[in-house]
């Protein structure tokens, strides 16, 4: 919020009267919760005491009454004595009653210990004044200290009634005195700020005038100054005025400036113009020589056409070649595929029969095994049969018969043994012979393998070269079309070239006008300049 802004003068006076009217109804307030507070005050504590020690000075009488009805004699002494003894209870719990009240105002209420003790000496001297009764020579002096007594404990009771009409009197009074105080305080704190309100509705409109006469007036001075841009107007004020002329000074500074600078192109336009009219001249020189030129152009023009021409026809002819070589790349690949899956289906056989002769390999061995065991099985067949003749020979005649049994079994555990060695040498044969053409198998796998690899090459390279072919189709073609489309644009060339021909001749006579243009334009900068010049900057 700015403080110096004219809303903020002009809300001032309002905001003043506001404020006095925001005391006004706050010391009334204040002065209504004083009157409550006085009442309250009266209500809760000043009355209720007053009345309780009232009803204790009463009870005081009731019992002294009792007292003097038991000393005559009279009817029923036993109630009497109850009555007093209520009495004597009810005039100090009354008087507790009056203390309670009084709490919050020990200066009314007084010192308790006044009020017991004379209490305490009435009580005793009351009951020994009865129990003395029968006895007459002290009666008299009973009577006199009781009656000494409750005159004490009476004046104490009427003095606190006397207390409490004086405090509540002392209290209306202070509240009173504070209210005709305040009441004073605030009448004159109304007058003070009223002047003041007063003060501001003469002294802010009139500062409002007199910055807004200033205004005029300076303006009215630069308005009137023959165009004098240097003067500017004193800003003084910081409020919505002062905004304006600072607003102000810093239009007529872009203005001066925007004149300076108006002045400045005046005196370039005057050199421009001048440079403009050496360029006409100039420009109608070169349009001459232009037209020589462009002739000479037009015949080149022709020529680069037919070049372009003959440099199609060539690339169409590359285009060509460049099919049929990707024709051959696409047979030659067809080719190495057909080779490369012969070449696989061997690899496969030679797998088969490798894997056959490892097994031919395998039962071999199984074969010698077998043969081991005939082997074995011969040679103790051949000891049988010897220890049967041995046996047959030991028992003469009857093993004769035995013992060409036995001769025959050993001819044919013999026979049996050579045929076993016969087999194991034609196996160990075999052995050898399953073991080279495992071997051979081996090695012509791993060439059938490399060969494969080499055809995978030979379809890569063909690959390759079929992409390259498509490449040098595409390039020729683009060359094509490129030679074309440049011949297209040398013949667009050579049109332009005639229409500059001819615009050449138009911009000679647009050279001429613009020498004229010139002159006008630097009549027109002169007459600017003279009419600036009323400015000062």
């Known amino acids: 919020m700015n403080i110096h802004s004219i809303r903020t003068k002009s809300s001032l006076p309002v905001m003043v009267m506001g404020l006095t009217i925001i005391i006004v109804i706050s010391m009334f307030w204040w002065m209504m919760s004083l009157q409550d507070r006085l009442i309250e005050i009266q209500a809760r504590s000043f009355m209720p005491a007053s ?32 009555d007093r003894q209520e009495n004597i209870q009810q005039v100090s719990a009354r008087y507790a009653d009056y203390r309670e009240y009084l709490q919050d105002f ?27 009764f029968n006895n007459r020579q002290s009666l008299n002096a009973l009577e006199e200290t009781e009656e000494q007594r409750f005159a004490e404990l009476r004046d104490i009771l009427d003095k606190s009634g006397e207390a409490v009409i004086s405090g509540f009197e002392a209290i209306e009074q202070k509240l009173e005195a504070d209210i005709k105080t305040k009441m004073t305080i605030t009448f004159i704190a ?40 240097t003067a500017r107007i004193d800003v003084s004020s910081k409020d919505e005025f002062g905004n304006l002329a600072q607003a102000f000074n810093v239009f007529v500074s872009n203005l001066q400036d925007l004149i300076k600078n108006i002045l400045s192109q005046v005196a370039n336009l005057g050199n421009l113009t001048a440079s403009l009219s050496d360029a006409s001249v100039h420009t109608k020189e070169i349009n001459d020589k232009l037209n020589l030129s462009t002739e000479s152009i037009v015949s080149a023009v022709h020529e680069m056409t ?12 590359s285009a060509s070649e460049a099919d049929q070589t990707a024709g051959l790349a696409d047979r030659g690949m067809a080719v190495v595929r057909t080779s490369n899956e012969k ?4 690899i496969r056989n030679m797998d088969l029969v490798l894997n056959s002769s490892q097994e031919l390999e395998t039962n071999s061995n199984n074969i010698v095994t077998v043969l081991e065991v005939i082997r074995g099985v011969a040679e103790q067949t051949n000891l049988l049969a010897l220890n049967a003749a041995i046996e047959a020979a030991r028992a003469g005649e009857h093993g004769r018969g035995f013992a060409v049994v036995a001769d025959e079994v050993r001819t044919l555990a013999t026979r049996t043994q050579q045929s076993t060695n016969d087999i194991d040498e034609i196996i160990q044969k075999l052995q050898l012979s399953v073991s080279a053409s495992a071997k051979a198998i081996s090695e012509g796998k791993v060439n059938a393998d490399e060969t494969a690899n080499t055809f995978v090459e030979a379809d890569t390279v063909f690959h390759e070269i079929q992409q390259s072919s498509n490449r040098v189709n595409d390039m020729a073609t683009q060359t094509a079309q490129a030679t074309e489309e440049q011949t297209c644009v040398a013949e667009e060339i050579s049109k332009n070239l005639h229409g500059l021909n001819q615009q050449t001749e138009s911009a000679s006579e647009v050279a001429e006008t613009g020498e004229e243009l010139a002159q006008e334009i630097r009549r027109f900068s002169e007459n600017m300049k003279q009419m600036m010049s009323r400015f000062k900057v």
Do not use: C
């Open 51 to 82: 009345e309780v020690i009232l009803n204790a000075d009463r009870d005081l009488y009731q019992a002294k009454l009792a007292q003097l009805n038991i000393l005559s004699g009279g009817s029923d002494s036993t109630q009497q004595e109850t």
């Open 106 to 132: 020990p200066e009314v209420a007084g010192d308790p210990t006044i009020f017991d003790q004379a209490y305490r000496n009435w009580v005793a001297s009351s009951d020994a004044l009865i129990e003395g």
């Open 190 to 229: 109304v007058a003070i700020v009223l002047l003041i309100a007063l003060t501001f509705s003469y002294l802010i409109p009139k500062k409002l005038t007199n910055d807004i006469n200033y205004l005029v007036k300076r303006i009215n001075e630069i308005a009137s100054g023959d165009g004098d841009l």
């Open 306 to 317: 037919l070049a372009n021409k003959e440099m199609a026809q060539v690339a169409t002819n």
């Open 343 to 346: 070449i696989a289906a061997l």
